[in-house]
């Protein structure tokens, strides 16, 4: 059984970057293929042995509710006109009853705060926070191998990945002080620095568990970049206390929250599916062959 029993989704955020698309349905609602970016997360939670789902919601965010209820209706429609894939297709939107609880965060102030209102749910225990934004495509789920190295490690534990020194602009990224395989003990992290201060190219993405003495630094942060509550300034400040680690996971990890991530995952994912392979390689080789010059 794993350590790790609760996972927090923080999915209050409004989703600029895909308007009007999110003007009414929550960004992690947007399928990649025909499954909504939350359903890769909630799988990628249970693949780690996550039994209790906390999302933090915000107004506008209802789809994500109803999406994992049972549809009774439906199920009943499809049951009696023999739609068995159809039916099948939704068995992993099933979740066992109580699994799931939703707290609202009224005003966005950031992803530090977003966490510490789900501190009543969690309790006193380590816990694992997914942003859906950011889909991993692994062998094995990202936040399971996390959650088998945190068995060892303890602590604070963020995923990470390696990035371009041009690139770490765009990242919080970690300050390595020494490494062990896929395990790199960390100072603490640098949220988007200036490529020549970086302190090293392993970006942070979004994957954490965290222990519990992080809603203490919740509780005590001000505003960090951006006028936000950083979640990544309140594990810096439990450093020296509890510690952190990156886990550079195996996998390759899309950035859903931007357009071009977006797209480029729904690419690979329907190049995963069998059906479509074939029909969207050539596609993909006719739409994209250099354009020969006629003369
Ligand atoms: P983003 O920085 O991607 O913000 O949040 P966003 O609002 O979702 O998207 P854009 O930039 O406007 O397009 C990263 C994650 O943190 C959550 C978001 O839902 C997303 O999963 N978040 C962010 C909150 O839950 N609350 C916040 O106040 C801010």
Not at 70 to 98: C, F, H, I, V, Y
Not at 163 to 180: H, I, M
Not at 189 to 199: I, Q, T
């Amino acid at each position: 059984m794993s350590h790790i029993r609760k996972a927090v989704f923080p999915v209050a955020g409004m989703g600029t970057r895909f308007l009007p698309a999110t003007k009414s349905i929550p960004k992690e609602m947007l399928p990649l293929v025909d499954r909504p970016l939350i359903q890769y997360a909630v799988d990628e939670a249970r693949e780690a042995g996550i039994e209790e789902f906390i999302f933090v919601t915000a107004a506008g965010k209802g789809a994500l509710e109803d999406y994992f209820d049972t549809a009774a209706a439906l199920e009943q429609r499809l049951e009696q006109s023999g739609k068995k894939d159809a039916l099948n297709a939704l068995e992993r939107t099933r979740m066992p009853e109580g699994a799931l609880s939703f707290v609202r965060q009224n005003n966005p102030l950031g992803l530090g705060h977003a966490v510490r209102l789900a501190q009543k749910l969690v309790g006193d225990e380590a816990f694992a926070v997914i942003l859906p934004d950011d889909v991993i495509r692994a062998p094995r789920g990202a936040l399971s191998q996390m959650v088998d190295a945190h068995a060892s490690y303890r602590g604070h534990m963020v995923a990470s990945m390696d990035v371009t020194l041009a690139q770490t602009a765009s990242y919080g990224v970690l300050d390595v002080e020494a490494e062990n395989g896929r395990i790199a003990h960390a100072r603490g992290m640098v949220e988007k620095p200036r490529p020549d201060l970086a302190p090293s190219t392993r970006a942070v993405i979004g994957r954490y568990i965290l222990e519990p003495s992080i809603f203490e630094q919740l509780a005590n942060l001000g505003p960090g970049a951006g006028g936000e509550l950083q979640l990544t300034d309140a594990i810096n400040a439990d450093v020296k206390k509890a510690g952190v680690t990156g886990y550079r996971f195996e996998g390759e990890r899309f950035d859903c929250g931007s357009i071009l991530g977006f797209v480029q995952a729904t690419a690979a994912f329907a190049l995963d599916r069998p059906e479509l392979e074939g029909e969207l390689r050539t596609f993909l080789r006719e739409r994209t062959a250099p354009l020969r010059m006629v003369a």
